[in-house]
């Protein structure tokens, strides 16, 4: 048995996990370093594997969940990118959907192509629907263009042509082009990345791939010689947006896998958390520094989605950036607790700008003038500034009280704390919008749900967010700063795999639906295997099905073995069934078609067993008493300070209380009752706000 290590990288701490071979976890945060999150990821594990009294070559293995890719993305730092199409397609990415994602908004702008026009080159072929090659693919033409791009400086070239997800052989030779040509120049091909059909949607998630391929092969060759001259032999994996893990080589070759890679690992551990209490229908709320991330979970299942999309604009369908990748489905905006506050026309705003960790909130001391939700936190006596991050920072109430008193309650004519608690209640309303998206808006009410609040600044604002969604129940897990990086190491190794073949059920050649799935088996085994999983990989297969005529479709389980005719009828069942159960109805007369086959190859890792608490003999939690604001108590009172680590299980707190840990504080507000369960969660019972 050797150590286990995870880390996350947020937009304003990284988090750090450590399991000995006993079972023993070991935590530690760190402020997320700029522009190299690999430095605050090295010195962080260099303190916590000493710190455990292991060395790096007793690693065994290491789990990195990152938000590299969808920050290059967002703040579009992708270099010497290109694209080639099939000649007449040049401005898909451009066109899209044809959709204003805000019907009565007339100034809506769709975001801007991640390639420029001139950098999207043309090339003649033209493969049919079916596979047919009309127009052979011109490869004088092609290598012209090649060489044109290459004198350009050109470093990644993505190849999405017509129809190439049935019949890819024009996409293969003009990677052997590019390879001959310019052997130098990283390529993606979308009959790799996304075999599926809609040309918006196949071309936007390759030209994604392309985008963050050569920054994310260079950050993650330059951790693992990093880890290697420290002497760790441990297989580096990084978390994917599905929920699973690869190798850091698979996610250099298919780095849009790793898009939402920190947040799914947050929503897995959430559902072992719901699973551990017996709460298997939650909606997951992470709330870091940079964001808040919230998930719905079904019957211990995060929600996931086949096609994902990334920063999308007050949460509107058709606003982000498409990809078709299966990936946990999560609501994410921009409210964390480095969230900057401001007087705007008259009320306080809050985000989606944040101060991150440099120069981070002004009670930071890192050159911070800008009011932030931590500041306004540590006003209102919810955190002690002499125990933020167990006492590693040192918090300035003086720098956070000018802040506030300067940028926002003077311009609004405020004391400092009813500005502070404003902020504490605009970020609030802000999340609780994203909490009804994830839940109302997919029909469930989330007053039949249980709440569960993670992240350094969640446990702070989970239970008013309750109370204001009258969820009656929240769980807060032991070292909640940390439960992403937990969740790394709960993370099974996965790789998923589609193709597009539409048909009516009737018409399926089965001969043809077999050989498929064969290939996409061994293509996800072979990944799987890669990992160096030697014992048995699970296979999951699934299908995309809609009634005839449908431009949308839901997904429905596909029996394992050789496809026949009653495997296929036993697919309809199931469709009928889970249409049924999402719209109220279902017509079995109803001819249906099939548009995509699914395969997910799963290879079982450790476990990350979790400590039980032990009972604590004796113990006095209450490490005292400090001034805190509740609103309904009066404003400010003397409210009681506990200890975390010296909670016993089946101990009981009453709101008002504020809980202190190393990852973060737990606030009870008045009207909400905590006990400690045999895990260290607290389990609260929530009063509605009145």
């Known amino acids: 048995m050797a150590f286990r290590v995870g880390f996350d990288v947020g937009g304003t701490f990284t988090d750090f996990v450590l399991q000995a071979p006993s079972g023993e976890l070991y935590t530690a945060k760190r402020l997320t370093t700029y522009p190299d999150p690999s430095v605050a990821c090295l010195e962080g594990l260099d303190e916590l594997i000493a710190g455990a009294g292991a060395t790096w070559s007793d690693l065994g293995q290491a789990v990195h969940g990152t938000t590299l890719g969808s920050n290059i993305v967002i703040e579009r730092k ?307 500034p002499d125990f933020f991050a167990g006492g590693a920072m040192k918090l300035d109430v003086e720098a956070a009280g000018r802040a506030v008193e300067e940028q926002v309650a003077r311009p609004l004519g405020l004391s400092p704390a009813a500005a502070a608690w404003g902020i504490h209640q605009i970020v609030n309303t802000n999340m609780e919008l994203a909490t009804r998206v994830v839940s109302i808006e997919r029909g469930r009410d989330p007053r039949d749900l249980t709440f569960i609040a993670f992240g350094g600044a969640g446990p702070v604002h989970g239970c008013r967010l309750a109370q204001a969604l009258g969820i009656p129940r929240v769980i807060l897990p032991a070292a909640a700063g940390v439960t992403a990086a937990i969740g790394l190491l709960a993370a099974e190794v996965k790789f998923d795999v589609a193709r597009t073949y539409v048909r009516k059920l009737d018409d399926v050649d089965l001969g043809y639906l077999n050989r498929i799935f064969a290939e996409m088996e061994a293509q996800a085994v072979e990944v799987i295997r890669e990992s160096a999983v030697t014992g048995d990989v699970t296979l999951v297969r699934s299908a995309d099905v809609r009634y005839l005529g449908q431009g949308f479709e839901l997904n429905v389980p596909l029996a394992l073995g050789r496809i026949g005719r009653s495997e296929l009828d036993r697919l309809r069942q199931a469709f009928d069934e889970a249409y049924a159960a999402r719209y109220g109805y279902a017509n079995p007369k109803e001819p249906v078609e099939i548009v995509n086959w699914k395969l997910t190859a799963l290879g079982a890792g450790p476990e990350v067993a979790l400590p039980k608490c032990e009972p604590k003999a004796g113990g006095n939690a209450l490490k005292g008493s400090r001034q805190a604001y509740f609103p309904e108590s009066g404003g400010f009172i003397d409210c009681p300070v506990y200890d975390r680590y010296r909670l016993g299980p089946g101990t009981e707190l009453r709101g008002p209380a504020v809980i202190e840990e190393r990852e973060s504080t737990t606030v009870l507000p008045p009207g909400c009752v905590a006990r400690v369960d045999d895990y260290a969660s607290l389990l609260v019972k929530v009063e509605p706000a009145r």
């Open 78 to 384: 992708g270099r010497n990118v290109a694209l080639l199409t099939t000649r007449g397609f040049r401005d898909v990415l451009i066109i899209g959907r044809e959709k204003r994602y805000q019907v009565y908004d007339l100034q809506i702008e769709p975001p801007a192509p991640l390639i420029p026009r001139r950098l999207i080159r043309e090339i003649p072929e033209r493969i049919l629907y079916d596979g047919t090659v009309l127009l052979p693919l011109d490869e004088a033409e092609t290598r012209r263009v090649v060489k044109e791009l290459a004198a350009q400086g050109i470093t990644t070239i993505a190849v999405c042509l017509l129809h190439s997800y049935v019949n890819p052989v024009h996409e293969e030779r003009v990677a052997q082009i590019i390879s001959e040509v310019a052997p130098g120049i990283a390529v993606t091909t979308s009959h790799e990345v996304s075999p599926t059909f809609r040309e918006y949607e196949r071309t936007s998630t390759t030209v994604v791939n392309a985008y963050v391929m050569t920054a994310v092969r260079e950050y993650l060759e330059s951790l693992e010689r990093a880890m290697a001259d420290r002497g760790s032999r441990a297989r580096l994996f990084v978390m994917q947006s599905s929920g699973g893990i690869a190798t850091a080589e698979a996610m250099q070759r298919y780095p849009v896998r790793m898009i939402e890679s920190g947040p799914a690992a947050g929503a897995l551990m959430a559902a072992a958390y719901g699973e551990l209490t017996g709460h298997r229908d939650l909606i997951a709320f992470d709330m870091g520094g940079t964001t808040a991330k919230l998930t719905l979970i079904e019957k211990g299942k995060p929600f996931t989605a086949s096609t994902f999309e990334l920063h999308k604009v007050g949460f509107a369908a058709g606003s982000g950036i498409p990809m078709n990748i299966q990936a946990i489905d999560l609501v994410e905006i921009g409210a964390g607790g480095g969230s900057i506050a401001r007087a705007q026309m008259g009320v306080i705003a809050v985000g989606p700008q944040s101060a991150g960790s440099a120069p981070g909130p002004a009670c930071y001391g890192r050159g911070g003038t800008e009011p932030t939700v931590t500041d306004a936190d540590l006003i209102l006596g919810y955190l002690n």
